[in-house]
């Protein structure tokens, strides 16, 4: 598993993932490639045998109390293997690092998978979103985590040294 920080020449791999993820409601390329060049944010990619097979993101203003996961995504090929949960814990490594204690996420209800994914890393419900993600009508299922490392969520939050052992594994 190799992740770094995506830059500009990833921007066509990414948007070859988001659209084949997300074929009803992918991000526009002008958006995505606004998003990888935003101070505000950080985007990873994962890359095997030299491809970005997925990518995420966070907002997560340096020295800001909360942060946000922007988007993660795979290809199917390369779900489930724990990949997406290296990447989850790189992202909050990095939101860490920037100043948050709180992380922040939408997910589509009808997406149990990721839903159990960030679960099983400490993230709560805190809320829904009615019809949230369209044109497809499904709700958001809106997730916050205390990355201050609560022993109430469980979570494993991790540092910067986490990320910087999973982004060279």
């Known amino acids: 598993m190799t992740l770094r920080a995506a830059d500009p020449a990833d921007l066509a791999a990414i948007m070859g993932i988001e659209n084949r993820s997300f074929p009803g409601d992918a991000w526009s390329t002008e958006t995505m490639a606004a998003e990888l060049a935003s101070p505000h944010g950080v985007y990873l990619?994962?890359?095997a045998d030299?491809?970005?097979?997925?990518?995420?993101?966070?907002?997560?203003l340096p020295g800001g109390a909360d942060a946000d996961i922007q988007t993660i995504a795979y290809d199917a090929?390369?779900?489930?293997?724990?990949?997406?949960?290296?990447?989850?814990?790189?992202?909050?490594?990095?939101?860490?690092?920037?100043?948050?204690?709180?992380?922040?996420?939408?997910v589509r209800a009808d997406n149990p998978a990721a839903e159990g994914l960030?679960?099983?890393?400490?993230?709560?419900e805190i809320g829904r979103r009615p019809h949230y993600y369209q044109p497809?009508?499904?709700?958001?299922?809106?997730?916050?985590?205390?990355?201050?490392?609560?022993?109430?969520?469980?979570?494993?939050?991790?540092?910067?040294?986490?990320?910087?052992?999973?982004?060279?594994?």
């Open 77 to 106: 090929e390369h779900r489930g293997g724990g990949r997406g949960r290296a990447l989850l814990r790189a992202l909050l490594a990095e939101a860490v690092a920037r100043g948050a204690r709180e992380m922040f996420l939408e």
């Open 136 to 169: 497809d009508d499904v709700d958001a299922i809106v997730m916050r985590l205390d990355l201050r490392g609560s022993a109430s969520t469980g979570a494993h939050v991790p540092d910067a040294t986490d990320a910087v052992k999973e982004t060279r594994t």
């Open 50 to 60: 030299g491809d970005v097979i997925g990518y995420g993101g966070i907002r997560a």
């Open 45 to 47: 990619v994962d890359e």
């Open 118 to 124: 960030y679960r099983s890393e400490g993230f709560l």
